[in-house]
């Protein structure tokens, strides 16, 4: 049985775009959270926990986008003439909040609350169309002869609609499990509070979603509740209910790194749970890896340079986020 490189690709884009996820999503819940915290001290606090690593968390989007270019070259045509437009909101998003946090604290006193709205809304945007276009895509994309079929608003529909909320709760409770594990004081008393609202809001969408999804599409009905596969998924919704437990338990007394363990493992089960309903189709309903793949030339020649510059990317990464660990005060950090 030789080697399948499509299936090695699908892992290695399915890890790329699960780091940044979870690298990314904190950093953007940060923003989403500042409606919440007026104090300009705490903000200044909040935007310098993630100051010397939030540039870097993007190297996974790029990954991810390259990766399915040359491996899957009809997924990265089809599925982004599909979500054009999201794509493209959701990038202006990321610009206007990288904009907003260098000249944030570059600018006067006056104008920063200027700023401030710039990256709470560069924040909600980029999240909420990133869910948007998670959900157009498990929605499904029509392709006719190998090409996108639909039209360009196929995406404004209750269902990618609800998933972009969904994605901002869940960046939401990133960024303040965060800030409880990187922050002291009143501003992580603040976040416990926050946290707790926010991992009830977080299920209510998990539940709808894991409802909503096998009643509108017949496949993933099939994948979930017929045997034996229910029984070898069942551990998803235990583990989901345990860590949820768990989450919240660990708010208790005086938190740290816990609560955002157990938001990372619920995102992880979230992230699993897409896969295994999608699983292999890489352009729902009806396109699969094998259908989508590049020749195997190209796949190998491309795997070759993935394989040598992970690493490295794993390395400096995980080098920042040691270097740059432990409680963040005020008055120290990025100016």
């Known amino acids: 049985m030789g080697i399948d490189l499509s299936v090695i690709w699908m892992v290695l884009i399915f890890f790329g775009v699960m780091m940044y996820v979870v690298m990314d999503g904190f950093d953007l819940g940060i923003g989403i959270l500042f409606p919440f915290v007026p104090a300009e001290h705490d903000?200044?606090?909040?935007?310098?926990?993630?100051?010397?690593?939030?540039?870097?968390?993007?190297?996974?989007?790029?990954?991810?986008?390259?990766?399915?270019?040359?491996?899957?070259?009809?997924?990265?045509?089809?599925?982004?003439?599909?979500?054009?437009?999201?794509?493209?909101?959701m990038l202006l998003g990321l610009i206007l909040?990288?904009?907003?946090?260098?000249?944030?604290?570059?600018?006067?006193?006056?104008?920063?609350?200027?700023?401030?709205?710039?990256?709470?809304?560069?924040?909600?945007?980029?999240?909420?169309?990133?869910?948007?276009?998670?959900?157009?895509?498990?929605?499904?994309?029509?392709?006719?002869?190998?090409?996108?079929?639909?039209?360009?608003f196929d995406w404004v529909a209750p269902f990618p609609l609800f998933t972009g909320l969904g994605v901002v709760v869940a960046y939401a409770l990133l960024g303040s499990t965060w800030l409880i594990l990187k922050t002291e004081g009143s501003l992580q008393a603040a976040m416990i509070r926050v946290t707790r609202p926010l991992l009830w809001v977080l299920l209510g969408f998990i539940v709808a979603v894991s409802v909503w999804t096998p009643l509108s599409q017949e496949s993933i009905a099939r994948r979930w509740?017929?045997?034996?596969?229910?029984?070898?998924?069942?551990?998803?919704?235990?583990?989901?209910?345990?860590?949820?437990?768990r989450l919240w338990r660990s708010l208790q007394g005086e938190p740290h790194a816990a609560p955002f363990l157990y938001v990372l493992g619920l995102v992880f089960l979230g992230y699993t749970g897409l896969g295994i309903s999608l699983w292999p189709m890489v352009i729902p309903p009806d396109v699969t890896l094998w259908d989508?793949?590049?020749?195997?030339?190209?796949?190998?020649?491309?795997?070759?340079?993935?394989?040598?510059?992970?690493?490295?990317?794993?390395?400096?990464?995980?080098?920042?986020?040691?270097?740059?660990?432990?409680?963040?005060?005020?008055?120290?950090?990025?100016h």
Do not use: C
């Open 97 to 152: 909040r990288g904009v907003a946090f260098e000249f944030r604290f570059k600018s006067h006193d006056h104008e920063r609350h200027l700023w401030d709205k710039a990256f709470i809304l560069g924040s909600l945007s980029a999240s909420f169309f990133q869910g948007v276009a998670l959900g157009a895509y498990i929605q499904g994309i029509p392709v006719v002869d190998r090409a996108f079929a639909g039209g360009p």
């Open 292 to 334: 989508a793949a590049a020749p195997l030339q190209s796949q190998g020649f491309a795997l070759v340079g993935a394989l040598g510059i992970i690493p490295f990317i794993l390395m400096y990464t995980a080098w920042s986020y040691y270097v740059f660990r432990g409680k963040v005060r005020a008055g120290e950090g990025y």
């Open 43 to 89: 903000r200044d606090v909040m935007m310098n926990t993630v100051a010397p690593v939030w540039d870097g968390n993007e190297t996974w989007l790029v990954l991810g986008g390259a990766a399915l270019m040359a491996a899957f070259p009809l997924v990265y045509s089809v599925v982004l003439s599909a979500l054009y437009l999201p794509l493209v909101f």
């Open 225 to 245: 509740f017929t045997l034996p596969n229910t029984i070898f998924f069942s551990p998803v919704p235990l583990l989901v209910a345990f860590f949820s437990l």
